[in-house]
């Protein structure tokens, strides 16, 4: 059975708000409720291949104290881009 659009998109948001780091929530959670939508599948296969990763390695890239990986790179940038305030890099 295919996953209907809607359902992948409530199940990508959860996954987003329920990361089990706080910083992590904050991050991904409001990306996931404003911007989910936008994304063409391609995009949101990228964003959920981000959310398999481990919070530490996830926040060291989003915080610049680690290089990206290539496959997230762009992914990531958009969502730091979304972010309200900004991310460093």
Known sequence: MTESPEHRLKRLRMRSWRRGTKEMDLILGPFAD???K?????DLDAFEALLVENDQDLYSWFS?????PERHVK?????RSRHIGGLSR
Do not use: N
């Open 34 to 36: 404003s911007a989910l």
């Open 38 to 42: 936008e994304l063409d599948s391609m």
């Open 64 to 68: 610049g104290r680690a290089p990206t």
């Open 75 to 79: 992914i990531l940038d958009f969502v």
